[in-house]
């Protein structure tokens, strides 16, 4: 089990340049989630999915796309990257029958500069 | 509105010691999860223990264990006999709909 896999760990961008951040995960979970977490900050929710083909805008989604295809994957699309933009990015899931009792499981980040 | 609360941004312990965290939390639910997430240098989240709002037994993880006063709205967590591999950023969070809210984290250093 691999478990949740991002990728790639390091990015420097341009500014107005886009790219895409990968999320996998192997658990069959059905939620997924994107959040960044600025320096010496909390995490802020982005983007998140309850299964595939569905999704739905967190706390601070503008600059950013994302899509669910398949239940493995969550890739996150940033069009037109803004300094502003700069931040680790960390990919979740979990899975959340009626109880809700299931943590989240997080990948290893992706530490993100646009310059 | 859910909201997530962490009171201390810092906090020092020495090892071997006892250290306490807060937390609170405002819902109007009655049955809900709570967790603690540890975030070392690594960056890696990792859950450190999780507590069921129904359950009136604090729940317990090795040195890890919560002090829940539910009609209070407070979580916090406390370390005993610390270790320096407790180094990190600790963060409280709260699911409820589809999301998870977390607290902005209490940054703790283990002084050897």
């Known amino acids: 089990n691999a478990g949740v896999t991002q990728t790639p760990k390091f990015r420097i961008l341009k500014i107005g340049q886009s790219m895409t951040l990968q999320c996998a995960q192997d658990m069959n979970h059905n939620y997924m989630y994107w959040y960044r977490q600025d320096p010496g900050m909390g995490l802020k929710l982005i983007y998140y999915?309850?299964?595939?083909?569905?999704?739905d805008k967190g706390e601070v989604p503008n600059g950013y796309n994302v899509s669910r295809s398949t239940t493995e994957d969550f890739p996150l699309r940033l069009e037109l990257a803004a300094p502003s933009q700069t931040s680790v990015y960390f990919c979740?899931?979990?899975?959340?029958?009626?109880?809700?009792?299931?943590?989240?499981?997080f990948g290893p980040g992706t530490r993100l500069t646009v310059t | 509105a859910q909201t997530v609360t962490q009171s201390q941004p810092e906090m020092s312990v020495q090892e071997a010691e006892t250290v306490t965290l807060s937390c609170t939390y405002d819902t109007s639910e009655s049955n809900y999860y709570l967790f603690w997430y540890k975030q070392p240098p690594s960056r890696q989240m990792i859950l450190v223990i999780r507590q069921e709002a129904y359950k009136q037994q604090n729940a317990t993880e090795n040195r890890f264990s919560v002090n829940f006063q539910k009609a209070a709205k407070s979580f916090s967590l406390k370390i005993s006999d610390s270790q320096l591999g407790d180094t990190a950023m600790y963060f409280c969070a709260f699911p409820t709909g589809n999301q998870f809210y977390f607290g902005t984290g209490t940054s703790l250093t283990v002084i050897p």
């Open positions: 999915s309850v299964g595939a083909g569905i999704t």
């Open positions: 979740a899931s979990s899975y959340r029958g009626t109880s809700g009792r299931n943590e989240q499981y």
